[in-house]
Antibody, heavy 123, light 106 residues
Framework: QLQLQESGPGLVKPSETLSLTCSVSGASVSSQADFWGWIRQPPGKGLEWIASMSSGGAAFYNPSLSSRVTMSVDTSRNRFSLRLNSVTAADTALYYC???????????????WGQGTVVTASS | DIQMTQSPSSLPASVGDRVTITCRASEDISTRLNWYQQKLGKAPRLLIYAASNLQGGVPSTFSGGGSGTEFTLTISSLQPEDVATYYCQQSYSTPPTFGQGTKLEI
């Protein structure tokens, strides 16, 4: 059974870099068919997609964040990571990792999610 | 970006009710629409993909429909465990975008 688990510091100072890792069990991040993604949810608000990436290196970023975001996939450790630099209070959120898969009849969905990790940007 | 608008934002209902949530896209997205359920303090759970396909393990009381710009999520007989916030999400173009959520209350 596929499981994802986020990890990383819960507190980041403004202007510094947020770094999160998602450890994957029950499947390989090397799967050619799958992308792996990050979604965040500010307190009391809705969901915002951040980025998705395949093990082959194809990456897609939300244009609203693309200048500050980098994703990477580590096939040797079966995990993937997110870096968001120059954080501000607006980046305070619950950050989820998820598998981003293609579905029949076109389109994609996030079919398995981690439990999420809270990141607070504050001095 | 494609804007997704859900209605209503909150929905009081009773056990056994038939409940429908609507999601509208700012442009034609064919059937590239997914629905998620988020219970309090939990991660979102995929319910329906490609507008009308039930994800494995999801009760058959849930169904989805629509195409183009208007979509619906229907719960045929509301159960207490269905209390949650429901989100639609389009996968027609990048960035994938979510609706603002519909909070279902009993």
């Amino acid at each position: 059974q596929l499981q994802l688990q986020e990890s990383g510091p819960g507190l980041v100072k403004p202007s510094e870099t947020l770094s999160l890792t998602c450890s994957v069990s029950g499947a390989s991040v090397s799967s050619q068919a799958d992308f792996w993604g990050w979604i965040r949810q500010p307190p009391g608000k809705g969901l915002e997609w951040i980025a998705s990436m395949s093990s082959g290196g194809a990456a897609f970023y939300n244009p609203s964040l693309s200048s500050r975001v980098t994703m990477s996939v580590d096939t040797s450790r079966n995990r993937f990571s997110l870096r968001l630099n120059s954080v501000t209070a607006a980046d305070t959120a619950l950050y989820y990792c998820a598998r981003h898969v293609a579905v029949g009849r076109g389109g994609e969905c996030f079919d398995v999610w981690g439990q999420g990790t809270v990141v607070t940007a504050s001095s | 970006d494609i804007q997704m608008t859900q209605s209503p934002s909150s929905l009081p209902a009773s056990v056994g009710d038939r409940v429908t949530i609507t999601c509208r896209a700012s442009e034609d997205i064919s059937t590239r629409l997914n629905w998620y359920q988020q219970k309090l303090g939990k991660a979102p759970r995929l319910l329906i993909y490609a507008a009308s396909n039930l994800q494995g393990g999801v009760p058959s009381t849930f169904s989805g429909g629509g195409s183009g710009t208007e979509f619906t999520l229907t719960i045929s007989s509301l159960q207490p465990e269905d209390v949650a916030t429901y989100y639609c999400q389009q996968s027609y173009s990048t960035p994938p975008t979510f609706g603002q959520g519909t909070k279902l209350e009993i």
